[in-house]
């Protein structure tokens, strides 16, 4: 009796030192894969149903086929609450981010439609500044011209001016009269 515990306590130990080995098989398998979250959550998949829920199932078996019909649907509850939770904040992330696509969206449409109104703007401004600098470069000329006409007529008016100085000038001595008197005779003549 007592080597027939033994014996089961060594197939016990060989059993969980199997299980140990394939849950370090089954994590390494995870660790290659954990770049692609793809295999990543298969494989937690699979290494969960395949370590725990097969561990229970076998643990169960061992207490008795009654305990076990009312554990088994206990875990299948457990199982199913944990899918339904795990629905539910799925559906609750997927409308988050539904909400938040739109919200970008409309965003992203206002930011457009701003951009645009403010190049027309700036379109709209420019050519104004253009037609500002054509007419301040016109009025720039034409003021240049009529200054070359004002200095042009300021010369004729000096040069007549001249002509007039030289003609009394020449009165003067042929009249003989002082410069004196010609100028009495001028101030006389401007009253």
């Not at 140990?20 to 295999?39: F, L």
């Not at 494989?43 to 019909?69: C, F, P, Q, W």
């Not at 559906?91 to 539904?98: G, N, S, T, V």
């Amino acid at each position: 009796a007592l080597l027939a515990e033994i014996k089961e306590q060594k197939g016990k130990i060989d059993e969980e030192h199997r299980e140990q080995e394939a849950s370090r098989t089954a994590m390494r398998e995870c660790y290659r894969d954990c770049k692609d979250p793809r295999k990543l959550r298969k494989n937690i998949t699979a290494m969960y149903h395949e370590l725990i829920l097969e561990e229970n199932k076998r643990g169960k078996e061992a207490d008795g086929v009654e305990e076990e019909s009312r554990t088994d649907d206990a875990e299948g509850d457990d199982v199913d609450a944990y899918q339904k939770e795990f629905n539910r904040q799925r559906d609750y992330l997927e409308k988050c981010m539904m909400t938040l696509k739109q919200k970008h969206e409309k965003a992203a449409h206002v930011h457009r439609s701003t951009n645009t109104r403010v190049l027309q703007d700036n379109v709209t401004l420019i050519r104004e500044i253009n037609n500002l600098r054509r007419e301040v470069s016109f009025l720039k000329n034409e003021r240049a011209a009529e200054e070359r006409i004002s200095s042009a007529a300021s010369t004729v008016n000096s040069e007549s001016t001249s002509r007039d100085s030289e003609k009394e000038a020449e009165m003067q001595q042929k009249v003989g009269l002082g410069p004196l008197v010609m100028e009495r005779f001028v101030a006389l003549d401007s009253n």
